[in-house]
């Protein structure tokens, strides 16, 4: 099942809002489908494959390990960690998600390493 197949099957309660990927995805399952690109699915709770969350995660570390001791001091540990994040380490990050995929693959969806 493909991830547009998987958006197209989304259950969920009418009181909610529907999730937003399925208003920018469906749209493009038919040019997807059009140009013959297989689409991956997609698991709904998925931090291995947003490398985002390593990020974060970098910017946690710079946090734990400056210790700030007021607002000001957080507000500016966190900046310079931002400021901080170089191109290549985000060239790492994409270059990891074929890895990324497999291993959660691997695992069904479930974490993995990363």
């Not at 998987?6 to 937003?20: G, K, L, M, R």
């Not at 607002?71 to 994409?94: D, Q």
Request: proline share 8%; hydrophobic share 40%; charged share 15%.
């Amino acid at each position: 099942m493909c991830c547009v197949a998987f958006a197209s099957s989304v259950q969920y309660n009418p009181y909610q809002n529907p999730p937003a990927f399925l208003f920018v995805l469906l749209p493009f399952s038919s040019w997807f489908q059009t140009n013959k690109i297989n689409v991956m699915e997609w698991p709904a709770q998925s931090p291995d494959l947003n490398p985002i969350e390593n990020l974060w995660g970098d910017i946690k570390n710079a946090v734990s390990e400056a210790k700030p001791r007021n607002v000001n001091e957080l507000w500016n540990v966190v900046k310079e960690s931002w400021s901080g994040i170089t191109a290549e380490r985000c060239h790492k990050l994409v270059d990891s998600m074929p890895h990324r995929c497999q291993a959660v693959l691997k695992n069904c969806g479930h974490t993995t390493k990363y």
